[in-house]
Nanobody
Framework: VQLQASGGGLVQAGDSRTLSCAASGRTFSGLTVGWFRQEPGKERELVAAMFRRWTDAYYADSVKGRFTISRDDDKNTVTLRMNNLKPEDTAVYYC????????????WGQGTLVTVSS
C-alpha cells in the first residue's frame, strides 16, 4: 500500500490544522493506522493510532485532548485533526499502517512538515 500525507504548513500557536493520508494499492480496511512525528535530532514518536473504525484510539500524552485521529475506510483516508497547536508540535508528521498482528509499521507515507510559530 502506498501512503500520501498532506496538509502540513506554517501555523500560529493556538491554531488548528488537519493532516490527511490517502492510501492507494490497497485499502486501509483491516489495518492499524497511525500518525507519527519527528523533530530534528529526535526519534520518531507515535502520536495517534487507531486499530479500526469505531474503536478507541491511542494518543500520546503530549497530544491527548488536542489531536483526533479518524479514518474513512470507504474513502481510504486517515486524518489527524490538530487543535490548539503549540510550538512544540513542530515536526515532520508521517502516516503509517500495519497489520494488526504486526509489531512494526511497515507502510509509510512521506512526511509533511508542520511548523507552529509562537
Amino acid at each position: 500500500v502506498q501512503l500520501q500525507a498532506s496538509g502540513g504548513g506554517l501555523v500560529q500557536a493556538g491554531d488548528s490544522r488537519t493532516l490527511s493520508c490517502a492510501a492507494s494499492g490497497r485499502t486501509f480496511s483491516g489495518l492499524t493506522v497511525g500518525w507519527f512525528r519527528q523533530e530534528p535530532g529526535k526519534e520518531r514518536e507515535l502520536v495517534a493510532a487507531m486499530f479500526r473504525r469505531w474503536t478507541d484510539a491511542y494518543y500520546a500524552d503530549s497530544v491527548k485532548g488536542r489531536f483526533t485521529i479518524s479514518r474513512d475506510d470507504d474513502k481510504n483516508t486517515v486524518t489527524l485533526r490538530m487543535n490548539n497547536l503549540k510550538p512544540e508540535d513542530t515536526a515532520v508528521y508521517y502516516c503509517a499502517a500495519r497489520s494488526p498482528s504486526a509489531r512494526d509499521y511497515v507502510y509509510w507515507g512521506q512526511g509533511t512538515l508542520v511548523t507552529v510559530s509562537s
